[in-house]
């Protein structure tokens, strides 16, 4: 298809290489399983339904083949198809609007991340999920500064960028990574861990009581 | 009524007579010869007058009254042929109807309790009966019997003698009764093959009956046998004794045809209860059939109704099929030569018309009741189910052409900016105009593409689908000013999540909404609030009857409170 060949045009352009393009789920399971990629880049909606797909696909890459990062594609805002994916292994996965691949930049930033281990979740995505109306929800006890400090963490800033981004040192960003952990509840352990408990805290916040 | 009066007084003013006769002179009476045998001939007699008295009276246009009135007057009359006689008149009656009363009696039975013979066979063999009995046996022995001859010199004389021949008079006699004893077994059989080849609810009314009158016949049948060797009927010692088992068995037959009449009153007592409480419930769909099942004792019992369009059924609207699958019996109740419904009943529950004709009369009013009923049910059920076509194509419909902008426009859009910031790259340093033409060009492939998505989720939001109502109902919170108070975690069938999900963002078309859904066991209860246009609910109706729910509005233009309840099957 036209944005398929188009994409692996702009990857290739921007120096990364693509080793193989698939125009459904068993074949890019195949061609994962010949010579698996650094980075699966899969649309959520793939042949025949053209409904979920390409997100059993990346699901089912994660399981299998820790070691192959996924970032899938999708035209839905709604964050929980999202945290399907981050629930399962929250590492090595993105997920990202499909017209953000027509910003270079961002597509290949998010795929080196990816490699590098790190989650990546769409800032509109994330920035809807901050301003969402909600109750009773730990993320609403959060000043606005830490709301800024995790939905950076949810797009999957590192400290140092967070701190650039807001123009904040990085013990003040520490410090208030370090609260937003307490005001969610998080018990102390690996920071890592509990940077991913918190951005799953904050895609599972729904503004509803859980019945 | 002055017909019968008569005919009662007529035959009871003959029994005393006829038992005057017999006490005179009792050598010549099977009857005369002691108090019992006297009270025999009065009490066997006079229980068929009165049976017969009875049923005339309740159903006047039946043969059956009459019938075993004139059985009796028979009976009575028998006795005529008496030497104390006096009236030569009489004495000749007497002797023309001394076995008429096996054929008589063995009409009435046949023809009990409608009044009419079936068959061919019956109406001959009762023609045959009567032939015999009266003509051959009665007057064409009285013809050449001078009883002066026989040795009863003070008998009187026998008006229709012609002529003095008492051989062939015996001769005669003994062919007559010969032939009287075979048609008397064929009369039993045929009141026995009657009763064998009845429905179970006929034989209810037929049995009593025949088995007297079988017993009847048979005895008939005995005693004429006896006489065949002596050629006459006589009185021996077997003949008294059948003819008190006769007499006997009369009795019984008038106490069953008496009986017959004590259970229809009874049957109009529970008809007249039907309809009474048919008219306290009228309101309810289905009660026909309920209090018909337990008036006729069959709990299966189903009532159809002929629709206007050639379809049946029942008074809540449920189709049946007729002729019935299931071996039940189709008994159409008509009035005014139009079928107003069908009984469908367990096979010979209601044999008898007279039963079903009562139920036709009893019940008219809620019969009509409850046709109309049924058409109104069957026409709503055909609505909701077109509606819930017309509901499910249009979700159908709607999640296509979502996938084709998805699969479409989007695709392109999202290439044609993907070639515009590659072109960009391409062409290195562009001077402040072009670099802004290009930019409002990005721009707006940007806004076009977000337009579309949200174009795609208002015509169908694929959240709803993928993963569930409250998923959809948090999104749609995020999209627009909706609070989501309460949303059950799982999922529900589709109609019942489309059906929610279209209410509630109905509501948020208009303005601030709030809703709070949540699982019971009857199903997902979802309530919301917020404003609506005039009209506006029904358009909601339409998802939320498709999907079986029944809705309560309150309010008005300043806020509408909704809630609904849509079962999961």
Request: contains cysteine; hydrophobic residues 45%; aromatic residues 4%.
């Amino acid at each position: 298809m036209l944005l398929r060949e188009g994409l692996a045009r702009l990857l290739t352009d921007s120096g990364i290489e693509v080793v193989g393009t698939a125009v459904d789920a068993p074949m890019l399971m195949e061609l994962v399983r010949q010579q698996p990629p650094d980075v699966a880049l899969v649309d959520i909606k793939m042949p025949p339904t053209h409904t979920e797909e390409g997100l059993v696909a990346a699901q089912t890459i994660r399981h299998d083949y820790p070691e192959v990062g996924v970032l899938v594609l999708s035209q839905y805002l709604a964050p929980e198809y999202a945290l399907r994916l981050l629930s399962d292994v929250p590492e090595r996965v993105g997920y990202l609007l499909k017209e953000r691949v027509t910003d270079v930049a961002v597509l290949v930033d998010a795929l080196h991340r990816i490699c590098d281990g790190e989650c990546v979740v769409d800032p509109t995505i994330v920035r809807r999920l901050i301003q969402r109306p909600r109750r009773n929800d730990p993320v609403s006890e959060l000043t606005d500064r830490e709301r800024e400090v995790l939905s950076l963490m949810a797009e999957g800033r590192s400290n140092a960028a967070i701190g650039r981004l807001l123009y904040l040192s990085g013990k003040t960003v520490e410090a208030h990574i370090r609260q937003i952990f307490v005001r969610l509840g998080l018990e102390p352990s690996g920071d890592d861990h509990r940077r991913v408990l918190a951005v799953l805290a904050l895609l599972r916040s729904t503004g509803r009581e859980q019945s | 009524m002055q017909l019968r009066l008569l005919a009662g007084v007529l035959v009871v003013a003959l029994g005393v007579h006829a038992m005057v006769i017999a006490w005179s002179h009792p050598l010549f009476s099977l009857a005369g010869s002691s108090v019992v045998g006297l009270a025999t001939l009065l009490v066997a007699g006079l229980s068929l007058l009165v049976a017969g008295l009875v049923y005339w009276t309740r159903r006047a246009h039946n043969a059956v009254g009459p019938l075993l009135l004139a059985a009796s007057g028979a009976w009575f009359a028998g006795e005529w042929d008496n030497p104390e006689m006096g009236s030569s008149l009489l004495f000749t009656i007497g002797l023309v109807l001394s076995g008429a009363v096996p054929a008589l009696l063995a009409w009435a039975i046949l023809c009990f309790p409608r009044g009419r013979l079936d068959s061919l066979l019956m109406k001959w063999t009762i023609a045959a009966g009567l032939v015999v009995s009266i003509g051959i046996l009665g007057v064409g022995t009285v013809l050449w019997f001078d009883p002066a001859t026989t040795g009863c010199t003070d008998c009187p004389r026998n008006l229709l003698l012609i002529a003095d021949w008492p051989t062939f008079a015996e001769s005669w006699q003994r062919a007559a009764v010969t032939v009287m004893g075979g048609w008397a077994v064929a009369a039993m059989l045929l009141v026995g093959s009657r009763l064998l080849r009845a429905t179970p609810a006929q034989r209810r009314i037929l049995g009593p009956v025949s088995i007297a009158g079988g017993i009847y016949l048979g005895l008939a049948a005995a005693s004429f046998a006896v006489s065949i060797t002596r050629g006459f009927l006589g009185s021996g010692t077997w003949d008294e004794r059948l003819w008190f088992a006769e007499a006997i068995s009369m009795v019984a037959i008038a106490a069953a045809v008496i009986l017959d009449r004590i259970r229809v009153a009874r049957m109009r007592t529970s008809l007249v209860d039907l309809v009474l409480e048919l008219g306290r419930s009228l309101q309810t769909g289905g009660s026909l059939r309920q209090s018909l099942s337990r008036l006729l004792g069959d709990p299966g019992l189903l009532v159809a109704y002929p629709l206007t369009d050639g379809r049946y059924a029942d008074a809540n609207g449920q189709l049946l099929s007729i002729p019935p699958i299931d071996g039940r019996t189709l008994t159409p109740l008509v009035r005014d030569d139009r079928t107003v419904a069908l009984l469908l009943s367990k096979p010979g529950m209601l044999g008898s018309p007279e039963l079903v004709n009562e139920v036709s009369s009893a019940a008219s009013l809620v019969l009509d009741h409850e046709r109309l009923l049924a058409e109104v049910e069957t026409r709503t059920a055909d609505l909701t189910a077109s509606r819930v076509r017309i509901v499910e194509a249009g979700d159908a419909e709607r999640r296509r052409l979502e996938r084709n902008l998805h699969d479409g426009a989007q695709q392109r859009l999202i290439v044609l900016l993907l070639t515009v910031r590659r072109a960009r790259s391409q062409l290195g340093d562009l001077d402040d105009a072009s670099n802004r033409r290009l930019d409002e060009i990005e721009h707006e492939l940007t806004c076009a593409l977000e337009e579309l998505r949200r174009v795609a989720h208002g015509i169908y939001p694929a959240i709803l689908a993928d993963e569930g109502l409250a998923a959809a109902l948090d999104f749609l919170a995020s999209e627009s000013n909706l609070l989501v108070e309460t949303a059950p975690e799982g999922r529900f069938p589709p109609s019942v999540e489309h059906a929610a999900y279209w209410v509630v963002a109905e509501f948020v078309r208009h303005g601030r909404a709030t809703v709070s859904a949540t699982r019971r066991t009857d199903g997902l209860w979802i309530e919301v609030s917020g404003r609506l246009p005039s009209g506006g609910l029904i358009e909601l109706e339409d998802h939320l009857v498709a999907a079986g729910a029944s809705i309560r509005a309150e309010g008005g233009p300043g806020g509408v409170r909704l809630r609904a309840n849509i079962p999961c099957e």
